[in-house]
């Protein structure tokens, strides 16, 4: 199995249950996450993530190999990183956020990796 498709595969593992636990069992997510003020707002981002897992899970299992799915993975992994960094550094979120900001700028690193070793081709994978 390619590094590539281990990726999606990982980051839309670890998407789908950070995505899904809000949605769950929110006592839970809150008493690890801290309190929020707008709750609808913890589901609407927690069913986004689950999509994007999903999504990433879904490109995983193509053989046709599109740049799409990883612009997805980085960017994604980006976006969320760099919020948890800025809002724990401003004490708006707790510091447990930068636990996930870790996780996500390895999902960074990684997928800087991909592009570098793979290129711009448009191939179907050889799996």
Same mark, same amino acid.
């Given at each position: ?11 839309? !593992? ?13 006592? #839970? ?46 960017? #994604?992994?980006? #976006? ?13 979120? /707790? ?6 900001? !870790? ?5 960074? /690193? ?7 070793? #793979? ?9």
């Amino acid at each position: 199995m390619k590094f590539r498709k281990i990726l999606l595969m990982a980051q839309g !593992v670890y998407f789908l249950l950070t995505g899904i636990w809000p949605l769950l069992h929110m006592p #839970s997510f809150l008493a690890v996450t801290g309190p929020k003020n707008e709750v609808w707002l913890v589901v609407t981002v927690g069913l986004l993530i689950l999509v994007i897992g999903a999504t990433l899970l879904t490109a995983a299992l193509q053989r046709q190999r599109e740049r799409s799915p990883e612009l997805l993975g980085f960017f #994604s992994a980006l #976006s969320m990183g760099a919020v948890d960094v800025r809002y724990a550094l401003h004490d708006v979120i /707790l510091d447990v956020y930068f636990l996930d900001a !870790v996780a996500e700028f390895i999902l960074v /690193l990684a997928w800087v990796w991909v592009f570098f070793k #793979s290129g711009p081709k448009n191939t179907a994978d050889k799996t």
